[in-house]
């Protein structure tokens, strides 16, 4: 893209720039996968503050500087060494401006366009998919690998990502919550969680389109980007259905994969989902739902529980649903496994967490609903001037 205006912010992790009527925002830390920093948070904010009424922007466009990818998450390290010494608040902080960069990117009033190239997951998808309500898109590409894998270190799907999740077709959303299954272009299109297509090797000419092109308005700024991408993805973009279940060339398509997962993740919590997997007794079915069993046997039990519970109460604004997002995230480290799995999936790297309810069939909703009791009232919520 050329004739930048000066930078908005200039920093190690994150660039904003005003581009041909374009407020440009560059992840650009490459070592953490563009993990979002507190700082990375905060100028990404305080870009889209400045930006919001400015006349100079058209839209928003959000990008990797590395095409590895686009956002990993949060600093996960960061909620452990808080965790560790005890640190509410630091930990409450972080979370609260990152939910709120989130519900200012879904209440957006100018489009907001993200480039989800390659590792999308956690916090990456609270800064992408808000996207779709502003009128904006979301652009995926083969490299895409997109998840919410929460389960896996005792979190749950937060970031509002509960939202998007519970408006998939049918049980999708429920799958990917508790499974915590990465996709790739073709089942992120099929399932409403990306908007359209590119390959890499087109992305320079889109970024030169959008650089040089005369843009009288949003509208044709987004017409621009629709006529260099497609609404379709190669077939060949589907990823493995569970975790380390088949390669992404020969992995059924969710599509393919949507009458199982509607048959089983119906079930109205994870010990029904579970059985019903085990009674599955149709060959072509039979050994995915046993692949399934096998990697959801490997995840925090009350974390399934619980991402399920997130998802199915997920009817309301989003604003609620951040806010019940944050006072999980004090239940969950508080009483759940989140310590517990990132020490064992990331700290030390042992992958034999040791989680506080061990089998699925264990967790009773006396447990789930405790999980969801907020430590604040109405008043004193953090997130409470969230509207809509």
Same mark, same amino acid.
């Given at each position: 893209m050329s004739t930048p205006v000066p930078m908005l912010v200039e920093s190690d992790e994150v660039r904003t720039r005003i581009v041909n009527r374009i407020?440009?925002?560059?992840?650009?830390?490459?070592?953490?996968?563009?993990a979002l920093s507190r700082p990375m948070i905060q100028a990404m904010h305080a870009a889209l503050d400045a930006w919001r009424d400015d006349p100079r922007v058209l839209a928003v466009l959000v990008r990797s500087l590395h095409p590895r990818a686009f956002c990993a998450g949060g600093d996960v390290r960061f909620f452990y060494e808080a965790g560790r010494r005890g640190d509410v608040a630091a930990r409450d902080g972080f979370f609260t401006d990152e939910y709120a960069l989130d519900h200012a990117i879904f209440t957006y009033e100018k489009p907001y366009i993200a480039l989800m190239e390659g590792v999308v997951m956690g916090g990456g998808m609270g800064i992408s998919q808000g996207a779709h309500r502003t009128g904006g898109l979301r652009i995926v590409s083969e490299t895409t690998k997109m998840a919410m894998p929460e389960t896996r270190i005792g979190?749950?799907?937060d970031v509002g990502a509960g939202w998007f999740l519970a408006r998939t077709p049918g049980a999708i959303g429920r799958y990917l919550a508790v499974t915590g299954a990465t996709i790739g272009a073709a089942d992120a299109?099929?399932?409403g969680l990306a908007d359209t297509y590119i390959d890499t090797s087109a992305m320079p000419a889109l970024l030169d389109a959008l650089g040089a092109e005369r843009f009288a308005d949003a509208a044709e700024v987004l017409a621009c980007i629709k006529r260099l991408t497609s609404r379709t993805a190669p077939a060949r973009q589907s990823e493995p259905a569970a975790r380390g279940a088949q390669s992404a060339s020969?992995?059924?398509?969710?599509?393919?994969?949507?009458?199982?997962i509607d048959r089983h993740f119906a079930h109205p919590d994870v010990a029904g989902i579970i059985a019903s997997l085990e009674a599955e007794s149709e060959p072509d079915a039979r050994e995915w739902a046993q692949q399934t069993i096998r990697a959801m046997r490997e995840l925090?039990?009350?974390? +399934?529980? /619980? #991402?399920?519970?997130?998802?199915a109460r997920a009817e309301g604004p989003m604003s609620d649903c951040l806010r019940r997002d944050l006072d999980l995230t004090r239940s969950m480290f508080d009483h759940g496994d989140v310590i517990e799995g990132i020490r064992a999936r990331i700290v030390d790297k042992?992958?034999?967490p040791v989680w506080r309810i061990a089998r699925i069939e264990d967790?009773?909703?006396?447990?789930?609903?405790? +999980?969801? /009791? #907020?430590?604040?009232?109405?008043?004193?919520?953090p997130l409470h001037a969230l509207v809509g």
């Open positions: 407020g440009l925002i560059e992840l650009n830390r490459p070592q953490a996968l563009n979190l749950f799907p299109l099929y399932a020969s992995a059924p398509s969710l599509a393919t994969l949507r009458p199982w925090s039990p009350l974390s +399934m529980a /619980v #991402s399920l519970e997130v998802v042992d992958n034999r967790v009773t909703r006396a447990e789930v609903e405790h +999980m969801f /009791v #907020s430590p604040w009232t109405p008043e004193t919520h």
